[in-house]
């Protein structure tokens, strides 16, 4: 049984529509939504948290909770920017929903939160003068705080700083196991979402494009919308390789792509091109070459071959195997 | 600075401080300034509890007619203060709506209760303009947040909205509370008897010239400054 389902769920806000949304969310699957900004992430999480009116269903274990309000739902939300109190200190902030809801063993529950998160020393702070990562941890302490069955993320990384991500990432897929529940992270970027996902969901313009295990998405996106929003490069026609299909394209790995001057290339596929353009950046070369009207992207690492490779306007071979290509 | 400031310490200086107690122990000019802090007191209670709640729907909502709203609130600061106290003696006079309140035992017409309307129609705007903005300055995100905490809407409102906009809410309930205690047009016009400040102030300046009401006149002005510097104080504390 699918722990939580959500099924046909639009929201229209006036100026946006989440439209049609359907997701199937396993027991303790880490599940990433991926879109651009203003794709209608943080939309459709304050629609599954009953913060936006809408149609369709929202059914946890088997139970439609979309009629529930918002403070009956059981869950927790982080935003971007956290979102705490500035009128209450930092352990009133993690406490506020023990007020409201009957938590059991709170003050238990208070104390592994505190040691978890490593809060032990803010919690007569005022929530004014903290950093990013001491804000993130409090507004993620306050959601599991108040026994959340499903709790979503709205881009948690975004104010953090790069050099603290990855411990950051580990923590929050700990978190979703230590406290048994679902998550849902909202995020824009791929690396992020291929790091942490079981499960992958990528929206645009309000809608689900493609949903499933995260190896498959990230690798097999549905169309070249998702492919380049995947950050896929090279996304050509198959016809070029001698496929018959005209709708079907595929795409190349840019650092996969071998270049030669004297058609000395053994590649499955072989072009000649032109040279449009070399750039070099920290410890590779972006080689820009023209095969007819499509124009290759190329990565030649520094180490491999130092200098452009050839100059503007040169004609050069390039070559990639079959086994390389992705085909959308 | 000067045109501001000079008539304030002149009529201080023209009366002089024997004059100044004298007039700080008359019961009639102390009953007056206490009538009149007083109802003030209680017409910013009032607006509290009836004008949070429509601020914060203007702050918070977009809905047909929300301009007009607005403008509405923002009519008694422009209108002339007698004008203000006919419109107010039409309305709550001898009329049906008068005769309704009178059902309940609430008489407008040289009550405390038409100079506790006289001061809300006309300061009224003051709070309800400071709570609006104050409520506008709070993050959205932070009442969403607290209900899905638990907190129903009228938790966040008292628990999170309104202590995150206390400071342009007591600014604003202090000012229509100070603004209060100067009204006059309105007031002499509904309820001469009892007296507030500004009306009893005319009255001896009318009726005994310029040295008998300009003590009052300075006691008066002196209180309103000390409150001014209270809300001076309060907000840059907050």
Redesign the interface.
């Known amino acids: 049984m699918d722990y939580l389902k959500i099924q046909n769920l639009s929201s229209n806000t006036g100026n946006f529509l989440l439209n049609n949304i359907n997701l199937d969310i396993q027991k303790n699957e880490y599940f990433v939504l991926l879109g651009q900004s203003g794709s209608g992430k943080t939309m459709l999480l304050?629609t599954i948290?009953?913060?936006n009116p809408c149609s369709g269903n929202i059914i946890y274990k088997g139970n439609d909770i979309s009629l529930i309000?918002?403070?009956?739902?059981e869950?927790?939300?982080v935003?971007q920017?956290f979102?705490l109190?500035?009128?209450l200190n930092v352990e009133e902030n993690i406490r506020?929903?023990q007020?409201?809801?009957n938590i059991e063993d709170a003050d238990e529950l208070f104390k592994d939160i505190v040691d978890f998160l490593k809060l032990e020393n803010l919690l007569e702070r005022s929530t004014q003068d903290l950093s990013g990562g001491e804000k993130q941890r409090i507004a993620i302490a306050?959601?599991l705080f108040?026994r959340?069955k499903i709790l979503l993320l709205d881009e948690p990384l975004s104010a953090i700083d790069p050099t603290f991500r990855n411990a950051i990432m580990k923590s929050l897929k700990d978190i979703h196991r230590r406290y048994d529940v679902i998550t849902i992270h909202v995020t824009h970027n791929f690396r992020e979402a291929s790091y942490l996902a079981d499960k992958i969901a990528i929206i645009m313009d309000g809608e689900i494009k493609q949903v499933g295990d995260a190896k498959d998405v990230l690798n097999q996106p549905a169309n070249i919308e998702v492919a380049k929003f995947l950050g896929f490069k090279n996304i050509f026609p198959a016809k070029m390789l001698g496929y018959e299909s005209s709708s079907k394209v595929y795409s190349v790995d840019p650092n996969i792509i071998r270049v030669a001057k004297n058609g000395e290339l053994k590649t499955d596929y072989v072009f000649e091109g032109v040279v449009d353009e070399c750039m070099g950046i920290v410890d590779h070369y972006k080689l820009f070459v023209k095969v007819k009207q499509h124009q290759f992207f190329i990565k030649i690492l520094k180490r491999d071959y130092e200098g452009c490779y050839a100059d503007r306007t040169k004609i050069i071979q390039i070559g990639f195997d079959k086994k390389d290509i992705s085909f959308i | 600075m000067f045109f501001l400031s000079v008539p304030i310490i002149k009529i201080f200086i023209g009366v002089g401080s024997e004059k100044l107690l004298e007039t700080i122990k008359d019961g009639e000019a102390i009953d007056s300034i206490i009538l009149t802090m007083k109802v003030s007191a209680w017409a910013m209670v009032f607006v509290l509890f009836t004008g949070l709640p429509l601020a914060y729907v203007i702050a918070r909502y977009d809905f047909y007619g929300k301009s007009v709203v607005e403008s509405l609130i923002d009519i008694p600061v422009m209108i002339p203060h007698t004008a203000a106290g006919i419109a107010l003696l039409t309305t709550f006079g001898d009329t049906n709506i008068g005769e309704f309140f009178k059902f309940f035992g609430i008489e407008f017409i040289g009550t405390e209760y038409g100079i506790m309307i006289a001061m809300m129609f006309l300061s009224a705007p003051f709070l309800i303009n400071s709570a609006k903005d104050g409520f506008r300055k709070v993050d959205v995100k932070l009442e969403k947040t607290a209900r899905t905490l638990g907190a129903s809407p009228i938790n966040v409102f008292v628990r999170i909205t309104i202590p995150n906009a206390k400071k342009d809410i007591i600014n604003g309930a202090l000012m229509m509370w100070s603004r209060g205690l100067g009204e006059f047009g309105a007031i002499v016009i509904l309820v001469y008897h009892p007296m507030t400040t500004p009306v009893l102030i005319f009255d001896r300046f009318n009726s005994y010239g310029l040295s008998y009401s300009a003590p009052l006149a300075a006691v008066i002005i002196g209180f309103s400054m000390l409150v001014f510097l209270i809300v001076r104080f309060i907000t840059n504390r907050l």
Not at chain 1, 69 to 73: F, L, V, Y
């Open positions: 304050e948290a009953g913060l309000p918002t403070e009956k739902r869950i927790g939300f935003y920017d979102a109190f500035p009128n506020f929903s007020k409201y809801k306050r959601a108040s959340p």
